[in-house]
C-alpha cells in the first residue's frame, strides 16, 4: 500500500536552515509529482513546492522562492525541501503528498503522509 513518511521538522532560530524528507513507498504506478505543503496557525494549507517525476521540473510558491530548493532522489525514493533563510512565517506543519504539477501550481493527490512540525522563532 502507498505510504509517505516525513522527516526533518524542528525548532529553529529565523534566518536558520532545516532539510525535510520525504520518502514513499508502495507505489505500483506512476505520478506526476511529489508535493510540499504547509498548514500554519490560522491559516489555510498552501502548496509550497513541487517536483516532477518524468522531467524534474519544479514548482514554487512565491513566499519561499530563492530560499527553499526541493530535489528528488530516484534510487532512494525521497524527496527532499531544503529550507534557508527561514521566517517566523515559515511556521507550520509541513505534508507532503502525491500531486499534480502545473505551470501556474501544484495540488495534492490521493496520498499524502502525517506531517512533519516546523517552528521558526527566537
Known amino acids: 500500500q502507498v505510504q509517505l513518511v516525513e522527516s526533518g521538522g524542528g525548532l529553529v532560530q529565523p534566518g536558520g536552515s532545516l532539510r525535510l524528507s520525504c520518502t514513499a513507498s508502495g507505489f505500483t504506478l506512476d505520478y506526476d509529482a511529489i508535493g510540499w505543503f504547509r498548514q500554519a496557525p490560522g491559516k489555510e494549507r498552501e502548496g509550497v513546492s513541487c517536483?516532477?517525476?518524468?522531467?524534474?521540473?519544479?514548482y514554487y510558491a512565491d513566499s519561499v522562492k530563492e530560499r527553499f530548493t526541493i530535489s528528488r532522489d530516484n534510487a532512494k525514493n525521497t524527496v527532499y525541501l531544503q529550507m534557508n533563510s527561514l521566517k517566523p512565517e515559515d511556521t507550520g506543519v509541513y505534508h507532503c503528498?502525491?500531486?499534480?504539477?502545473?505551470?501556474?501550481?501544484?495540488?495534492?493527490?490521493?496520498?499524502w503522509g502525517h506531517g512533519t512540525r516546523v517552528t521558526v522563532s527566537s
Open positions: 517536483i516532477s517525476s518524468s522531467d524534474g521540473s519544479t
Open positions: 503528498a502525491t500531486a499534480t504539477l502545473l505551470d501556474y501550481g501544484c495540488f495534492q493527490g490521493d496520498y
